[in-house]
């Protein structure tokens, strides 16, 4: 929990600091250990409800992982991070962690009292560490397997972010053209008279619309705009979203392989670090989709009765012909969990040549599309001048 306190320093100046801790008395103890006279306590999601630290983890374990490998404990590297740290909010993280360790406390239980700051499957990659006593082998394989996630996000995200611009552009020049342009051309050919084409009557009748009732359409389509947006902040609406995506064949196919990847990178880097099976796939559940989720639950009931991973596993879908022929080879071999990042690297590999693939067909079939509704619309504009200068000849 985070505290705002009050507190005299020892120029008995007032000052204000905020801090993680346990509770009132934790958050005292705290501000005693740093020479302040505290004067009030107060929790501090009253005040500023959105402020978190904001951990790095990939940059905080290789820091602690070089400290590590230059021969200081635990303890020294540790105060070592959190003396050169200038942001307030981290600082006083670091701060509880080095006084749960001078309390005599593990690293992992340290840091599972900032679940704000550090997810569960960082504190189990750290407990499980310290039975074996390679905390320095398990950070760098988080890392390795953090780096391996956030480039396959960055992979899916700029592919996605040419097309979204092609699309957002095409979709102003057709809104100008409609909202601004047609309504003119509308009053030109009412002016001028004459029969016209009956995609061309129905393009002016829009624009007479957009004349006559232009701010109630203007109100509604910013009504709708408010309904999209409110509506993309709703995890309900994002996963109806989703689960219309993934219905395309090709989509939610590579949607699953994307899953899967996650899955078996996550489960195989917690067994490499020494976790059970059974562990490592219930904390791995919320990874895939709610949809699939049930299926992961009975594969690890099915490995908690004692049948065989590959099997539990291919039984519920959750594997693919490349996969199960993998993890039967690891289940021989007693390596599951290097043969199951090996799975993961397979996946992304495939993913990432589909990605390509399809930037590649979406970006120009966009452009074709988008030229083709902008060039409709000019031609529904101007063919009646077309016919005028034809008859004219």
């Known amino acids: ?10 120029a008995r100046a007032v000052e204000i600091h905020e801090l993680d801790a346990l509770d009132e008395a934790d958050a005292r103890r705290q501000a005693l250990a740093r020479g302040l006279r505290v004067l009030r306590v107060d929790i501090a999601s009253r005040f500023r409800r959105g402020r978190r630290a904001r951990l790095a983890l990939v940059p905080f374990s290789t820091e602690l992982v070089a400290l590590l490998d230059a021969g200081l404990s635990l303890i020294e590297a540790i105060d ?25 406390q593990t690293l992992s239980f340290a840091l599972s009292e900032f679940p704000s700051s550090f997810p569960p499957l960082f504190v189990a990659t750290v407990r499980a560490s310290e039975r074996s006593g390679a905390i320095t082998e398990a950070l760098t394989r988080f890392v390795a397997y953090q780096q391996q996630i ?20 095409g979709s102003l020049v057709v809104l100008f053209l409609v909202v601004y342009v047609v309504p003119r051309f509308s009053g030109i050919y009412e002016d001028i008279g004459g029969e016209l084409p009956f995609a061309s009557r129905m393009l002016m009748q829009w624009g007479r619309l957009l004349e006559a009732h232009g701010l109630g359409v203007l109100i509604g389509f910013c009504a709708c705009a408010a309904l999209a947006v409110h509506g993309a902040t709703r995890p309900g ?9 993934t219905r395309i064949p090709t989509v939610g196919h590579q949607h699953e392989l994307y899953q899967l990847a996650r899955l078996y990178r996550t489960v195989g880097m917690l067994l490499r670090g020494g976790l059970p099976v059974v562990t490592a ?22 490995v908690r009765e004692g049948k065989s991973l590959t099997d539990s596993l291919a039984h519920q879908g959750l594997t693919t012909a490349v996969a199960d022929r993998m993890l039967r080879v690891g289940e021989r071999s007693g390596n599951m969990g290097e043969m199951m990042e090996r799975i993961a690297a397979f996946y992304d590999e495939e993913l990432s040549r589909w990605v390509d693939v399809a930037t590649r067909l979406i970006e120009p079939a966009m452009m074709a599309v988008i030229g083709l509704v902008i060039g409709g619309i000019v031609v529904l504009m101007y063919f009646p001048i077309f016919e005028l200068a034809g008859s004219i000849r």
């Open 237 to 245: 609406f994002r996963a109806f979203i989703g689960r219309t995506v």
């Open 281 to 302: 796939f219930e904390m791995t559940r919320g990874l895939l989709a709610a949809s699939a989720q049930p299926r992961l639950a009975a594969a690890t009931r099915a």
């Open 1 to 10: 929990m985070r505290f705002r306190l009050t507190a005299l320093d020892t």
């Open 80 to 104: 070592a991070l959190t003396e050169k740290e200038r942001d307030e909010a981290v600082r006083s993280v670091l701060e509880g962690i080095r006084r749960r360790l001078y309390e005599g």
């Open 150 to 169: 956030d480039l396959l996000r960055k992979r899916l995200i700029n592919a996605s972010i040419y097309p979204a611009v092609l699309l957002g552009a």
